[in-house]
């Protein structure tokens, strides 16, 4: 476990890599101490200073929540970051990928809260009951480590590797979908680029179903003194493989009775 001026130190370097697009080493390289309470008041630093300079809590983000993941990251739950307004990208402006290290992007439903959740004890009834309305998503992902060569403590120290959000058009409530014969756990995903389809998936690989992954990330948080709240947008978990993004790609992520939503970089 590192002491406070070690962990500001960390949180130091990691503001300075996004803030001059100049990826560091990993800081388990320099702390191979550090552990994941360690990485989360990291990651915690440079939220409340951005807060301090007039962001707010837009959400949260859950990574590393398919099997795949985690047998990769040698862990047995997923990892969770910070969505932030300022981090919210419309749909309808290009990206300026320059503005990022190493930009790559993960298809994802997207949940809006209607209600607060309940911390510990949270179920997947109370994530459904609480959910306003799910919609196609976009998240971008960014590492200001060096060449993603991250394991779990730099990603999370490094907020999730979260970097931004894009939601679509489209909303249905939860009972919505249930009338329309779907279910939240089995949605089939295409992602293409251009008009060329460059993967695909399904809403299941996030835990089985990515309303666990939200009930998980609401106990998981109380643990910090942090509540997922009304109007917070929940990103569970890619459907999908991590994509690359550069300058002139445009992307669109296809949910089978859903809707769709796009990213466009320049």
């Known amino acids: 476990m590192l002491d406070g001026t070690q962990r500001a130190s960390v949180a130091e370097r990691l503001w300075e890599a996004e803030r001059d697009r100049a990826p560091i080493e990993p800081p388990t390289n320099a702390y191979p101490g550090i552990d994941v309470v360690d990485a989360y008041e990291i990651q915690l630093i440079n939220i409340r200073r951005r807060l301090a300079a007039g962001a707010r809590v837009y959400g949260h983000k859950v990574g590393l ?108 409530t939860p009972a919505e979908l249930t009338a329309a014969g779907m279910d939240i756990a089995d949605i089939d995903v295409v992602l293409y680029a251009g008009d060329t389809e460059i993967t695909r998936g399904n809403t299941s690989a996030v835990l089985g179903d990515p309303t666990t992954a939200v009930a998980w990330l609401a106990r998981k948080v109380a643990s910090f003194g942090v509540k997922l709240e009304a109007g917070h947008v929940i990103l569970p978990g890619s459907c999908t493989r991590a994509v690359d993004a550069r300058a002139a790609d445009v992307f669109r992520a296809e949910f089978a009775g859903l809707g769709s939503v796009t990213a466009r970089f320049e």
């Open 65 to 172: 929540s398919s099997p795949v993941m985690q047998r990769m990251m040698g862990v047995d739950e997923p990892d969770y970051g910070h969505l932030l307004d300022t981090m919210v990208l419309p749909e309808d402006v290009p990206i300026p990928a320059g503005r990022y290290c190493y930009p790559r992007i993960e298809v994802e439903i997207g949940y809006v809260l209607g209600a607060s959740l309940p911390g510990e004890g949270c179920t997947e009834e109370d994530v459904l009951a609480a959910t306003e309305y799910v919609v196609p998503s976009i998240e971008l992902i960014d590492s200001r480590v060096r060449d993603w060569r991250i394991r779990l403590a730099d990603t999370i120290a490094d907020n999730a590797s979260s970097a931004g959000v894009i939601l679509g058009d489209a909303r249905m």
